[in-house]
């Protein structure tokens, strides 16, 4: 499990098991949030097992299913809300990352828009839901 931190409390990761959960709170991350539809590829694990771990935990859990043509989705204001927590740190993840670095870019103030789009980018996201979220807007 790969995690990239995009902010001192925001990081992202691709697809998660339920056996990484335990490591993740130990890593201190207080809220997770999926954002991957379940049923996306056949080897991902359901989203109630996710759920089920992140209860065992101990760990704060959402599920806010986003897709390519459904960006920034329906539940992009709470969504929002939980990236930026500056108290509890979150760990939002998706099949690779990119939705979740895409949604915090989409999520962040206009005049902090330009330096997410370079962390995210250095980062070697690719930022072209959030581009064209952005130019729909």
Same mark, same amino acid.
């Given at each position: ?17 339920? +056996? ?18 379940? !049923? +996306?590829?056949? +080897? $991902?694990?359901?989203?109630? =097992? ?7 935990? !101990? ?13 920034? !989705? ?5 969504? =929002? ?14 099949? =690779? ?9 989409? =999520?962040?103030?206009? +005049? ?9 980018? $250095?980062?070697?996201?690719?930022? !072209? ?9």
């Amino acid at each position: 499990m790969k995690i990239v931190k995009l902010t001192d409390t925001l990081a992202v990761s691709a697809q998660i098991t339920p +056996e990484d959960i335990a490591e993740i709170a130990v890593q201190g991350y207080r809220v997770l949030i999926n954002n991957r539809p379940d !049923g +996306e590829e056949s +080897e $991902q694990p359901a989203e109630s =097992s996710i759920a089920a771990a992140a209860e065992a935990a !101990g760990v704060e859990y959402h599920y806010f299913p986003v897709t390519h043509t459904s960006f920034p !989705g329906p539940d992009f204001e709470d969504i =929002s809300d939980l990236l930026d927590d500056p108290i509890r740190p979150v760990l939002a993840f998706c099949r =690779s990352g990119t939705r979740c670095a895409n949604l915090w870019v989409a =999520s962040v103030a206009s +005049e902090e828009r330009k330096d997410a789009m370079r962390i995210a980018s $250095q980062q070697g996201f690719n930022l !072209g839901m959030v581009s064209k979220f952005l130019a729909e807007d």
